[in-house]
């Protein structure tokens, strides 16, 4: 079945370090791809996303590359702050529905 | 705020017994997705609705069940509770059918479960 995995469960980075997420997906027919933020008792938040016409968009201190070739997705923060600290989720368009990888947790030390 | 709202916020209730999640979408949206989150776990996907019809169903239990009304709110019925359904339920909205910038999904606050 369709699944998405990201690299690490957890990511220590240092107040104004840039943070960057991995992510992989299985189903190379996918063709949209989003990455939530998701703080501790809320909703995900969307951040931004890519369609698979695209390698990469930026947003504000976010970057989304995507590398189809080996199916992979990253999520760049730059200049990373406290407020940054959350599970980051990236989750790929399957048939009819978003297939969810299970989060990253980045911890942001001052 | 997403504009997707949620009720209750926490809810507890003992097993055996019977619960119903509420949902309202975004203004526009017609789509609603329930999620399902256990414990440090990702988004397991339960079930969609589009316009008041199921659309796609992922790996919900036969125990629960949903429906989209008229105004487009839903509910997630989850019934005979066991101690595993314990966990944060949330609903997302979408615009769907529109253009491909609107295969967003935003979510609401949740609802967290707890079966004692």
């Known amino acids: 079945g369709e699944s998405v995995g990201l690299h690490l469960p957890t990511l220590s980075v240092q107040e104004g370090d840039n943070s960057i997420i991995n992510c992989a997906y299985s189903?190379?027919?996918?063709?949209?791809f989003i990455w939530y933020k998701q703080e501790s008792g809320k909703g995900p938040q969307f951040i931004i996303d890519?369609?698979?016409?695209?390698d990469k968009r930026q947003g504000q201190r976010v970057t989304v590359l995507l590398n189809k070739t080996v199916k992979h997705l990253s999520l760049q923060i730059a200049a990373t702050q406290p407020g940054d600290s959350a599970v980051y989720f990236c989750?790929?368009?399957?048939?009819?529905?978003?297939?969810f990888g299970t989060g990253t947790r980045l911890l942001v030390s001052p | 705020d997403s504009g997707v709202t949620q009720t209750p916020k926490h809810l507890i209730t003992a097993t055996g017994q019977r619960v119903t999640l509420r949902c309202s979408p975004r203004s526009g949206d017609l789509s609603v997705y329930w999620y399902q989150q256990s414990l440090d776990q990702g988004l397991q996907f339960l079930i969609q609705y589009y316009n008041g019809e199921e659309r796609a169903k992922g790996n919900i239990l036969e125990r629960f069940s949903a429906q989209q009304f008229p105004d487009l709110h839903s509910e997630l019925n989850l019934s005979s509770l066991e101690l595993g359904d314990s966990a944060l339920y949330f609903c997302?909205?979408?615009?769907?059918?529109?253009?491909?910038?609107?295969?967003?999904?935003?979510f609401g606050p949740g609802t967290r479960l707890t079966v004692l």
């Open positions: 189903n190379s027919a996918s063709d949209y």
């Open positions: 989750a790929a368009k399957g048939f009819q529905k978003l297939v």
């Open positions: 890519i369609r698979s016409n695209m």
């Open positions: 997302a909205s979408r615009l769907a059918g529109g253009p491909p910038s609107t295969d967003t999904q935003y």
